[in-house]
């Protein structure tokens, strides 16, 4: 919601676009794909940049006419920036975000916890960087526009969705008409209130907490740094909570726990809005002007599908689950999804790998959804408790808090890793002793030499990293199965970058022998120590190769 007098697009920062349907030439012409995306926020403008990737043309529906309003989901983690850079969109993002390694928390105004996020200088990236979604969405659009292999159709509503012989047929309706639009396969980007997942007859299960939260976005010059702020008990929000963002252009990302009680008429009120704001700027010190951007109200929850594929429908982001605030792990989940979906496909329709690839699909991103479940619903318990029980603990840890530091980490927003993988499927599993990486982990990165990372050198489909410092030949089965592969080893690092840059590499993956596969995603699929090469890659073509291929 905006102000009054103003429009629903009108931002004080912020320059909405307009866009059209495209024309009914257009559209006939094209009446089939090999994959249609349904919904254009983050996570389905993220899957067809994945999908552009490996060359895979793909159709992006959106009913909307524009980007969604409001700073929303603001916080992007370090292992989305990798997946950004891995779809060529991450310039504009770095610079413009806001990146940042620590937060505090206060109880009754006394500050009761300083954490810091895992960081050091091996790594490309921060942990975490804000910055609203419609610059997400720009950004990301920007890239897609640039795309001659994705098909954007804004002003365009999907009412329905059929399974034929060879795929799935979309109902479309825009502003010229309705029309049929036939995919090979079909990703569900939709959102909570997911028109697919409601046509395919199928429901989110989980739980509900009961708290709920104001968003209030505010325009003004404040020199507090880019931390997250979590204020308990405070004066201008007794016995709730108040969470406070720093985001590019002097907005301000304010979230305020409600009472209980209050109505969502009288809480999404201007009029109560502005007092607490007020309020609240007032207790963080802040006396100078400032402007009212935006508002909304939310609840956390913890809800998914039993599954995430139906059929040939994958459902990505909030229309496979929703999860809580707390802990930023919404959309950089949904992004997640959207790349372990979108490499799989791609291969899948590139006749690289059989379609049993993709029943890895539900089983690793639905894992990973359980995993936020778990460690965002200790923080939601903690930042609105469901009962009185929780409630008396939560208030004893915070008093605690106050005399003793060790009480301060029960406030610990338990900020979110990328979940690691279990074995079988798309993880051929650990088949030797590596300290510092895991099978279905996200590859630790390294600096080598001034800009360039470990990362860097990867491959955009599978990479193969032999440590030792021996020279290798390339195994041709795997350039048989994936044009984009990399054969990385030790003896190339040496060459490059020199004894230092092949000493930390191996610091940092914990051996000086083995060898790690990384897919596409960055994910660790396999480790092996010394064994015949021959015998690895036979491995890996028997997994993600194409059966009789």
């Not at 950004?139 to 640039?146: K, M, P």
């Not at 308990?232 to 305020?256: A, C, E, V």
């Not at 199965?481 to 490059?496: C, E, H, Q, S």
Request: contains cysteine; charged residues 20%.
């Amino acid at each position: 919601m905006r102000p009054a007098g103003q429009g629903e697009y009108d931002s004080l920062y912020f320059t909405y676009p307009t866009f059209m349907a495209p024309d009914r030439a257009h559209v006939l012409e094209h009446a089939r794909c090999k994959v249609a995306i349904v919904g254009a926020g983050p996570v389905g403008m993220f899957a067809v940049l994945t999908l552009a990737r490996f060359g895979i043309a793909s159709v992006l529906f959106d009913n909307k006419s524009t980007f969604n309003d409001g700073s929303r989901a603001i916080c992007i983690q370090r292992s989305s920036y990798q997946a950004m850079e891995r779809a060529g969109a991450v310039q504009p993002f770095l610079d413009k975000a806001l990146g940042w390694t620590k937060g505090r928390t206060f109880f009754q105004g006394q500050q009761i916890l300083e954490f810091e996020m895992p960081h050091s200088g091996s790594e490309k990236y921060l942990p975490m960087y804000n910055i609203q979604q419609q610059y997400i969405e720009q950004y990301l659009w920007d890239a897609v526009a640039a795309s001659d292999l994705i098909d954007a159709r804004w002003c365009s509503e999907v009412t329905g969705i059929i399974d034929t012989d060879t795929g799935v047929q979309l109902s479309v309706t825009d502003t010229h008409g309705a029309y049929s639009c036939n995919a090979d396969w079909v990703l569900a980007a939709d959102g909570a209130r997911s028109p697919i997942r409601s046509m395919r007859g199928l429901q989110l299960k989980g739980d509900n907490f009961p708290g709920r939260y104001v968003i209030a976005d505010v325009q003004m010059d404040h020199d507090y740094p880019t931390i997250r702020r979590a204020l308990f008990d405070s004066k201008s929000n007794p016995d709730k909570t108040i969470l406070i963002h720093r985001q590019p252009d002097n907005i301000w990302r304010i979230d305020y726990q409600l009472p209980g009680g209050q109505s969502e008429e009288e809480a999404i009120r201007e009029d109560n809005i502005r007092s607490n704001v007020a309020r609240i700027l007032t207790d963080i010190g802040h006396d100078g002007a400032w402007d009212l951007e935006w508002w909304s109200i939310y609840s956390a929850n913890t809800l998914a599908l039993d599954n995430y594929r139906d059929g040939r429908v994958l459902f990505i982001g909030d229309s496979a689950h929703i999860v809580p605030i707390f802990g930023v792990r919404g959309l950089n989940n949904g992004l997640a999804d959207a790349e372990n979906a979108g490499w799989k496909l791609a291969r899948v329709l590139n006749g690289q790998s059989d379609k049993s690839l993709l029943d890895s699909y539900s089983p690793e991103r639905r894992g990973a959804t359980l995993d936020v479940f778990e460690n965002a619903s200790k923080s939601a318990r903690f930042m609105t408790p469901p009962s009185k029980g929780w409630e008396l603990m939560r208030d004893a840890a915070l008093s605690l808090a106050l005399d003793h530091d060790w009480a301060g980490e029960f406030a610990n927003p338990r900020q979110m890793q990328p979940f690691t993988y279990g074995e079988g499927g798309a993880v051929l599993g650990s088949l030797a002793q590596i300290g510092g990486v895991r099978a279905g982990a996200v590859l630790p990165d390294e600096i080598l030499s001034g800009k360039t990372y470990l990362s860097d050198l990867l491959g955009n489909g599978f990479t193969l990293l032999a440590l030792e410092e021996r020279a290798f030949e390339p195994p041709q089965a795997l350039a048989a199965i994936d044009p984009d592969f990399v054969f990385l080893t030790g003896a190339d690092i040496l060459r490059r970058f020199g004894q230092d840059a092949l000493d930390r590499l191996h610091a940092r993956i914990g051996a000086t022998k083995g060898h790690v596969l990384v897919r596409p995603d960055g994910y660790v699929g396999g480790i092996w120590g010394a064994d015949p090469v021959d015998g690895i890659v036979a491995q890996i073509v028997t997994t993600f190769g194409k059966a009789g291929g």
